[in-house]
């Protein structure tokens, strides 16, 4: 098992109670709520957290986008990963990743890329996302081109650093006479690929292809769903003629821990119901808008909402969290047995663990990161070893 | 008498296309809520003219043609269908993405046309008056927002609630998107050449209409010279469903005038 150290920056000192007057803790949330002083004091604090995390041994810490919203502070995640880059050593660099349909032109993915993995000397992961809806809202791209863009601008970054340049590219959405990037990327042929996913069959399928094999990650879902479609990628590996290794299968949730379960629970309580029902808050039309998803898909997800008041939203407990493995929350041996169990039953290989969550304070997320790394990582690494 | 359905295959697309009326021939582009639908003022237009109403590509019961990307193809295709059909002197009618279509053609080509009707038409951008946002309002409150009579929302809140025509208000809207999603409800060059149409031209506009408000009928009434604007009082962004009665007068007497 490879453990990576997962930050979304939020905006923790978000006035809470004027910003439930909006429609959504994104794309609309006023930006006079967001303080620089604060906000300063924020970004140094999580990117010392992200280099703790280095410290105490993780194998990667991970940065990611978003935009236009107080859930995450990272719309240039390639800044934040420049800012890591020159203090670690060790531990991988994850971004998970750069939403590609959002931009004019991708191959400026190419070049920051290819900056980062030479800095690093090959510490660079490359995740590549189409965002999630919101993200649509916030730039004005077209959602209904959102999958063709993205398998565009992906198929340019691949061949601008794989194949000697200048070349050119006329693609239906991008039009490059010269696609020729210095500098090249370190890592032979390329950095690794990662593919973030909520479990999209499309994105599935697409990922697994055997001249591919890019690892996913599954993100913030309930632990059967993540089960369920870990399995579907294996599935789609074996159709394809390959078993797909621990490596290729990775899940992203919250993860606290504390000397005992009462404590943590205690604990983790408010601070992870802030970040689902406070940060994560938004309407289906933004979750979802069209051509984003299936039509299919948005069919099934407005019948299932048919009937349900709007205006009142269940909030999501942290009783409900750890009932569905939302959340990982407990003592060590109890959040070590949790990913035992998820890691015998799906062979998932790549843990990305949101150790700051919401407004989870600094001294807590620190506490929480220790005993993780001391009592909960080790014995995954003697199992590993033991395997082989 | 109710309107004759029929199909037509052009440009590797099938549509479909509702007729009837007699008369000189008006042809219907709909907006993003009425595809497939022959609204009150259509009957009330089929008294004194042949009324001719397809659905759009990628619309109601038509086919998504691969070739669809933007309105400018939607002109085109109606240039082709113009010609298909072989239809002259023929009054074009557009509400909102139909209006867009309908002025841009008739900037484009009006060999064919007669008069220009644009009923609350997209297309164009004010600037300081960006749009209502159709895509991020939640479903009730779009249909809230599309009219000022709130008890004709409630209707249409009701039915949609019943969610028996789900599978045609979701292919309409991933087509509306697809269209109008960015640039918002407009295409940047269509002021540059509104001055190029000649033809008699109504603009009629709801006094109340939160998605483009009169401002917009404003832009177009002063793009195009001599063109006539109505703006009805106590009405929201479709005329033609919330004030049927007065809409379908109004466009009568404007045509005939444009004889």
Known sequence: ?388 | MPPRESTLSLRDCRIRLLRGGSGAPLLYLHGEHDAGDWPEMLQRLADSHEIIAPDHPGFGGSDLPDWLDNTEDLVCFYLDFLDELDLRDVHLVGSSIGGWIAASLAARNATRLRSLTLLAAAGLYVDDTPPGDIFIWAPDELLQNLYHDQEIAAAAIAKSHAGEDIDLVLKNRFTAARLAWQPRLHDPDLHKWLHRIKLPTLILWGAEDRVLPPTYAAAYHQAIAGSRQIVLPACGHLPHRERPAETAAAITKFLAEAR
Not at chain 1, 164 to 181: I, R, S
Not at chain 1, 245 to 261: K, N, S
Not at chain 1, 339 to 367: H, I, V, W
Request: charged share 20%; hydrophobic share 40%.
């Open chain 1, 1 to 388: 098992m490879q453990f990576f150290f997962f930050h979304l920056m939020p905006y923790a000192d978000l006035d809470l109670e004027t910003a439930a007057q909006y429609r959504s803790a994104w794309t609309v949330l006023p930006n006079s709520l967001y303080d620089p002083v604060k906000g300063a004091d924020l970004y140094n604090r999580y990117l010392d957290e992200l280099e703790y995390a280095d410290t105490l041994g993780f194998d990667g810490i991970c940065v990611n986008e978003h935009h236009q919203t107080a859930y995450g502070l990272m719309p240039a995640p390639n800044v934040l990963a420049g800012a890591l880059s020159r203090r670690t050593s060790k531990a991988k660099i994850a971004v998970l990743g750069r939403a590609l349909p959002l931009l004019n032109n991708p191959l400026t993915v190419a070049e920051e890329y290819a900056i980062l993995d030479n800095i690093t000397r090959g510490r660079l992961i490359a995740g590549f996302v189409r965002g999630i809806g919101a993200e649509y809202h916030a730039s004005s791209v077209d959602p209904t081109e959102s999958r063709d863009r993205f398998n565009e601008a992906h198929d340019m970054i691949v061949r601008a650093w794989t194949e000697p340049g200048p070349f050119a590219f006329a693609g239906k959405y991008y039009k490059l006479p010269y696609v020729n990037p210095w500098p090249r990327p370190y890592q032979k042929p390329h950095p690794p690929i990662w593919i973030p996913t909520q479990g999209s069959p499309e994105t599935m399928v697409w990922a697994s292809a055997p001249e591919r094999r890019y690892p996913i990650c599954i993100t913030f879902s309930p632990g059967a769903v993540v089960k369920q479609n870990l399995g579907i990628y294996r599935e789609y590996a074996e159709k394809s003629g390959y078993t797909a290794t621990p490596g290729q299968l990775g899940w992203a949730m919250p993860i606290y821990v504390a000397e005992t379960d009462e404590i943590a629970r205690r604990e983790a309580k408010p601070h992870l119901e802030v970040l689902f029902n406070n940060l994560l808050r938004m309407p289906p039309e933004m979750l979802l808008p069209p051509g984003h998803t299936s039509a299919a898909a948005y069919k099934k997800f407005i019948e299932q909402r048919r009937g349900v008041t709007t205006g009142v939203s269940t909030r999501l407990t942290l009783e409900t969290m750890l009932d569905r493995d939302i959340a990982i929350v407990g003592s060590p041996a109890t959040v070590r047995d949790k990913l035992a169990a998820y890691e015998s039953e799906t062979s998932f290989g790549n843990c990305l663990a949101l150790m700051q969550f919401g407004t989870l304070p600094a001294d807590k997320t620190r506490a929480s990161m220790e005993l993780f790394a001391a009592k909960v990582m080790p014995s995954f690494r003697t199992a590993t070893v033991a395997a082989m």
